[in-house]
């Protein structure tokens, strides 16, 4: 069996990058940390948890001259990588800690027959330390079983099938925008697959620490979408 190409975009938070990156490394799995215009120090950092670890980290200021956010061009890389080689992608951001069984869970769902429609997609639901489920996902908080899920998802954990990354290239995806979970699960969805949300495969979210700003959004939304709309700030 074909072991899934694991991609982790990071962007300083080292302490919370770490722990999500360590909890891969446990369950068996290696990841492509894709280090997006961090600090010197941290993206020195990453280096030493790839010499300890045996991970791969690709310092995107080496071969791409473009502010961060990045988040297109590794989308475009990775799936260029995935499909040369035959693999699923997977996706963990660096605030969300997986469990030593959580990927090869996503891998057995992907593979699972769900009647006519072949499966794009399979997400992890999200919680917090009490496990409660958390953002992006607390629309699924009524949901009692995994299932079929028409609704938006996120990258915090999702596997993204070879079959799905043939069919919907990202050099189609926006440039203008920064982030493509919610667009890529619609399109999962227009064009025939089935999306699939495990509530039984919860891992553990600690949401935006890479990027603290938009812990406004729960404390002061005002602020926070005044922040967005006069600075052009996450754009989705």
């Not at 951001?93 to 593979?111: C, F, G, P, Q, W």
């Not at 495969?201 to 006069?230: A, C, D, E, F, M």
Request: hydrophobic letters at 35%; aromatic letters at 8%; a neutral charge.
């Amino acid at each position: 069996m074909v072991r899934p190409l694991i991609i982790m975009p990071v962007k300083d938070s080292l302490e919370t990058a770490e722990q999500a990156i360590r909890a891969i490394v446990a369950g068996g799995h290696t990841v492509c940390v894709y280090d997006d215009y961090s600090t010197d120090e941290n993206a020195a950092r990453l280096d030493a948890l790839r010499d300890e670890l045996g991970i791969r980290v690709v310092h995107i200021r080496e071969v791409l001259d473009h502010p961060s956010p990045n988040y297109r061009w590794v989308l475009n890389t990775a799936q260029r990588e995935a499909i040369e080689k035959g693999q699923d992608l997977v996706i963990i951001e660096s605030d969300v800690i997986v469990k030593a069984d959580t990927i090869d869970k996503l891998i057995v769902e992907s593979r699972k027959a769900k009647g006519e429609r072949p499966i794009g997609m399979v997400a992890a639901v999200t919680v917090n330390e009490e496990g409660e489920i958390n953002f992006p996902y607390e629309y699924a908080q009524k949901i009692k079983q995994d299932g079929s899920c028409s609704k938006r998802f996120s990258f915090c954990c999702t596997l993204l099938t070879n079959a799905f990354l043939k069919a919907y290239s990202f050099e189609q995806l926006d440039p203008t925008k920064n982030w493509y979970d919610v667009h890529i699960s619609h399109m999962s969805r227009q064009l025939g697959f089935e999306n699939i949300l495990q509530i039984s495969n919860p891992v553990l979210h600690k949401p935006h620490s890479s990027r603290p700003w938009k812990q406004l959004k729960y404390k002061n939304p005002l602020l926070y979408y005044w922040r967005k709309l006069t600075q052009h700030l996450d754009k989705i």
